[in-house]
């Protein structure tokens, strides 16, 4: 070993300067092989993330996302990132347990992601383990308050029935951003169901002003609307909306039924026969012509 390192020492004194730059590359070649194999990897790695990601947007090519992403794995399988998106495909996918140990995974690499707890806490709502559920989404206010999280700690609150926490989590939200349409919607919905009457029909009239004209979310708030002054026995206000909604949905079941409450609730009796009448008409016309119904 000593001559051959004499030998060497020999060599290297014998080089000319110039080729001194050669000997260092030489020293340092398994270094630089590995760093580009290495970047080649990552490299290659993205470009099946982003290929998944492309393919994913579209639904006939989404069993081909999931293939590369799990190919970018096996070329970056401590890659945090590309376990999240694995995790969201088959969360969208409906494959709640695999997204689940997925997202996992994705959380055990890098735990500081909150969007990752928040995505864990969607997949075990989907599991309907509600109490891990708020645990997850917990985690993921806490390393960031992102209003987006509360609304979503709130759906969980509801769920489990703690309607007036729910809605002090969302009143919250709103105070920050009184233009938040999901938080609206969602305290809406959570003050209906706590039969907050005034609060609904606060955060109804709100959607109905932000809501473009004549749009599904434009009628449903305003026949959510309506049903929430009746239950205040604010019956003109009631009708108005009523009306409103049958004004652009003449023939739509849904504002009739609310018609015909109206009329009963308030005492209206002929008017409410005649609500009736037009009810019944119009589920006439949606039944099949008698010659093509079954006899019994």
């Given at each position: 070993m000593r001559a051959f390192a004499?030998?060497?020492?020999?060599?290297?004194?014998?080089?000319?300067?110039?080729?001194?730059?050669?000997?260092?590359?030489?020293?340092?070649?398994?270094?630089l092989s590995l760093s580009t194999s290495d970047v080649w990897a990552e490299s290659r790695a993205q470009a099946l993330q982003k290929q998944a990601l492309s393919e994913f947007d579209n639904p006939k090519t989404r069993a081909r996302a999931v293939k590369h992403i799990n190919e970018a794995l096996k070329l970056e399988p401590d890659k945090a990132l590309l376990w999240q998106n694995k995790a969201l495909f088959l969360k969208v996918l409906d494959e709640s347990e695999s997204a689940l140990a997925c997202i996992n995974r994705s959380i055990e690499l890098d735990s500081k992601n909150s969007y990752s707890h928040a995505m864990k806490t969607e997949i075990l709502?989907?599991?309907?383990?509600?109490?891990?559920?708020?645990?997850?989404?917990?985690?993921?206010?806490?390393?960031?308050?992102?209003?987006?999280?509360?609304?979503?700690?709130?759906?969980?609150?509801?769920?489990?029935?703690?309607?007036?926490?729910?809605?002090?989590q969302l009143d919250a939200v709103i105070k920050l951003n009184s233009q938040d349409r999901i938080a609206r919607a969602r305290r809406a919905n959570v003050a209906k169901a706590a039969r907050h009457w005034s609060k609904a029909i606060d955060d109804y009239s709100w959607l109905i002003s932000a809501a473009p004209a004549k749009s599904v979310s434009y009628y449903d708030?305003?026949?959510?609307?309506?049903?929430?002054?009746?239950?205040?026995?604010?019956y003109d206000k009631a009708l108005t909306d009523c009306k409103a909604g049958l004004a652009g949905m003449p023939t739509a079941r849904q504002f009739n039924v609310a018609l015909v409450k109206i009329y009963e609730r308030s005492g209206n009796i002929s008017e409410a026969r005649r609500a009736r009448q037009a009810l019944e008409a119009i589920d006439d016309d949606l039944k099949p012509p008698k010659s093509y119904r079954f006899k019994d």
């Open positions: 004499g030998l060497l020492y020999k060599l290297v004194r014998s080089v000319k300067v110039e080729s001194k730059l050669y000997v260092l590359l030489l020293v340092l070649m398994p270094v709502m989907n599991l309907n383990l509600s109490d891990q559920a708020l645990k997850s989404i917990n985690a993921a206010i806490k390393l960031e308050p992102r209003p987006e999280y509360a609304v979503l700690k709130a759906s969980i609150l509801a769920v489990q029935g703690k309607l007036d926490l729910a809605e002090k708030n305003l026949l959510d609307r309506s049903y929430a002054y009746l239950e205040l026995k604010q």
